[in-house]
Structure formats: C-alpha cells, structure tokens
C-alpha cells in the first residue's frame, strides 16, 4: 500500500526529488532513537544488579524503552534470581508513575527508584 507521499508524487503534485528527500530525512530522524537503544546492551547483564544498572542507564536516555525493558526482564530472568521481583516492580512503578513527568521528575525517579538502598518509586515525599 503507497504512502500518502508516494500517492501524490504518483498524481504530480509532488516531485520525486521531494519524496526522495523526505524518505531520507525520516530514516535519518529514526537513526539516533535506534542507536540510543543499543548503546547499552541488557542481552550481556548476567545478573539482576547488572541489569538494573543498565536499564537506568537506557531510561535516563529514553523513557520509551521501558516497555522493552520489561520484556526483557521477563526473558531474561525467572523468579529464582535475587532481586528479580523487586527489579520487575520498580519497572512497573516507573512506567506507571513517569508518565506525565516532566524530564526534570522523571530523572528525580529514577534515581529514588534504583538507589542501591531501596526503592520509593514516587515523586511526591
């Protein structure tokens, strides 16, 4: 199925130097959001600290990736790891919590919700 795009440069009222350099500048503005996602590789995390260390490093970057995260938590780990419960629940927290924060709040909780310490996913003390 063409894109509206192509609908148009197929009826002439877009030229096809122009449809060529919106495609190019969509698949370039893709590029970094990709890059940013496998800057950090949660594949290689062989424990669950390793893991939490690197999703926030992901989630301070991207707060988009925290769906991925939470499947990757699920694939990667079972009930039997230390920390995986309380791991899953911080993700869940953060997604719920962060939604409507602005970026300034939404570093403020991540950093509450991975101290080494424990966990207080939320903003409001």
Known sequence: MPTLQEALCKAGRISK???????????????PAKA????YDVNGCRTVNEFKQTAKL????????????IK??????NESFDGFRKLVWILYSVRENGK???DADY?????????????????GD
């Open 72 to 77: 990757k938590v699920h694939e990667k780990f």
């Open 100 to 102: 409507d924060l602005s």
């Open 107 to 123: 570093k403020i909780l991540l950093n509450r919700s991975f101290r080494r310490a424990g966990a207080s996913p939320s903003i």
């Open 58 to 69: 992901m989630l301070l970057e991207d707060r988009e990736v925290i769906s991925y995260l």
């Open 17 to 31: 130097d122009d449809l060529q350099k919106e495609l190019q500048r969509r698949e370039s503005a893709l590029k």
């Open 36 to 39: 940013k996602v496998r800057s």
